[in-house]
Nanobody, 124 residues
Framework: QVQLVESGGELVQAGGSLRLSCAVS????????MGWFRQAPGKEREFVAA????????NYADSVKGRFTISRDNAKNTVYLQMNSLKPEDTAVYYC?????????????????WGQGTQVTVSS
């Protein structure tokens, strides 16, 4: 029902910033709560941030609080993840996900649609 395409991942130095984008197609973005997850080699996919359908409510993993900001522009069918003060441990493939819920969940299983991922590498 919906297709998600992430972009913006690249190599960046520690302390730098990066903005990821998730383009939503097939359905209007406002129909879904959205989330960002990441997965590093050898580790399980972990929750990063989530945002409600209307963009009013957000929540973050403790590891990124104060550094990352999730936002959305439903008129552009796009969700963003602004990442500041990046650390080497932020290195991972970042995935955008869509849920039919009004509010985003921290659990991957509650998201029905996923993008292909975009690689973020933070060098020391």
């Amino acid at each position: 029902q919906v297709q998600l395409v992430e972009s913006g991942g690249e190599l960046v130095q520690a302390g730098g910033s990066l903005r990821l984008s998730c383009a939503v197609s097939g359905r209007t973005a406002s129909s879904y709560a959205m989330g960002w997850f990441r997965q590093a080699p050898g580790k399980e996919r972990e929750f990063v941030a989530a945002i409600s359908r209307g963009g009013v409510n957000t929540n973050y993993a403790d590891s990124v609080k104060g550094r990352f900001t999730i936002s959305r522009d439903n008129a552009k069918n796009t969700v963003y993840l602004q990442m500041n003060s990046l650390k080497p441990e932020d290195t991972a493939v970042y995935y955008c996900a869509a849920s039919q819920r009004v509010y985003g969940s921290t659990r991957p299983a509650e998201y029905g649609y996923w993008g292909q991922g975009t690689q973020v590498t933070v060098s020391s």
